[in-house]
């Protein structure tokens, strides 16, 4: 027996060893690699100033929009009034003579937001954007809720908006906190009973999602009519689980740029383009949370009470999981008038055959022929010859598809939609295929078509050809007016 022993204890000293030599051998790699690329600039290391979580649970919304006027005050003082030379050029966000500046429009999206209706409000939308993003993305479902009578109130999570740097540090944790002050603000403005709508995009999904969660357990929390979710969090890849881990070289100043896992150049006002490696590990804690809360819940019985959720999706999403969000929450919602609308591909004769074939079948994997306890609602082409779109939606319990023409078409040059696109209009100034030109911005990102030489543009055309506008928002605002109580 002693001898199976110290067998066992030295095959496991072995294995340890090994493992050590191997997690030491791939630090020093990451700590090597990088090395490579660009430069961290101030936009990078200066962290504004942000309230924590107990002190966004104390706050008013007086004392946020003043925590608010601080953190950019900082970035006005170290960043804009602090750039090299080098780096006062019109591409830059942060220099006062760009075009891209945004202190310079006549409303800085990147900043919280309150939109007041023409009369006393019939009820009260609150609106969190996504990470890395900034209110900036929900502004159109706002003026949506705007136009239908209610007060939208528009929350920029700590971290955002201002540059990247502050995402080094932030947590969910500060996130849901600064949703609780968000909902508190919107309650106390326009009390119950008047309908209270969360909406939430990309990371703003997880975190509205798991504020209606909470109310479930306590009951001090307001308690929301309807849930609404674009390209919702729900979950992500593994990858981003151990995104802390690439950081840690970082703890070293020499190999501080190893904190990131893109450095690029900032030319969007109002999104980073550059991407910490916290943010990457909080997008885990915080889906894997309302993951876990949800299966709690219902496990538990105790998801009856949940206001009915509607959410868009696209079936091709890079950033978020798709099927998360069926697996890891509506196969679990009870039958309370939920609804999940995807997005398919468009599938016209002429994209399909350049289109991978398990791109294709994605469709059919998230939606096998099964009873759901919710609506489940399919935007796809009419026919294998056409761009025209059709609405194919199936009633909880069913399995036959009611089939509607949508009247929209998709763009020749659109094969999909992507995780960002959901909540813009092709109008829109800054992303939109086919912006408004009085709505402007200073770039029209979305209207760029990167065909030309190598080298020429400050970033890959990667990123330019993402599609980020998305044409089916007609139906999106329309889905979401439905919701809206009438006067």
Known sequence: MARIKAFAWGTTRRVLKTLGYVVLALLVFRAWESQRGPALQPWHTVVPPELDADALDRADWAGWMAAEDRAFAVVRE?????????????????????????????????????????????GVAVLVHGLTDAPYSLRHVAELYRAQGFLALGMRMPGHGTVPGGLTEAVWE?????????????????????????????????????HALDAQEDRALP?????????????????????????????????????????????????????????????WRLSSAVQAQVARLAAAGRLEGLPPVLTFQSVTDATVSTPAVISGLYDRLPANGSELVLFDLNRSARMESLVRPGSLALLDQLLPLASRSWRATVVANAAPD??????????????EA?????????????????????????????????????DRFGARLGAIAPRGERGVLVVGTDLLMRASSNPFFPYVRARIAEAIPTP
């Open 78 to 122: 170290k960043v804009t009034q602090a750039l090299a030379p080098a780096d006062q050029v019109a591409a830059n966000r942060y220099f006062a003579g760009s075009p891209l500046y945004p202190p310079g429009f006549t409303r800085d999206w990147n900043r919280s937001f309150v939109l007041e209706p023409a009369g006393a409000p019939r």
């Open 402 to 438: 009611a089939v509607t023409p949508l009247g929209l078409d998709w763009p020749r040059e659109m094969y999909s939609l992507s995780h960002i696109a959901l909540p813009f209009p092709l109008e829109d100034g800054l992303y939109g295929l086919r912006p408004d030109p009085n």
């Open 223 to 283: 308690r929301a009519d309807r849930v609404v979710l674009l390209s919702p969090m729900i979950g992500v890849t593994e990858a981003a689980r151990f995104a802390g881990l690439a950081a840690l070289p970082a703890f070293m100043p020499r190999f501080a740029k190893a904190a990131w896992l893109d450095i690029l150049p900032e030319f969007n006002p109002f999104k980073y383009n550059s991407f910490p490696a916290n943010a990457g590990r909080q997008s």
């Open 174 to 210: 500060e996130w849901m906190a600064a949703t609780r002050l968000a909902v508190r603000t919107a309650r106390a403005r326009v009390p119950a009973p008047a309908p209270l709508h969360l909406v939430g995009y990309s990371n703003g999904g997880a975190l509205v999602m798991k």
């Open 386 to 399: 056409s761009e025209a779109a059709v609405v194919r939606s199936t009633a909880p319990g069913g399995t």
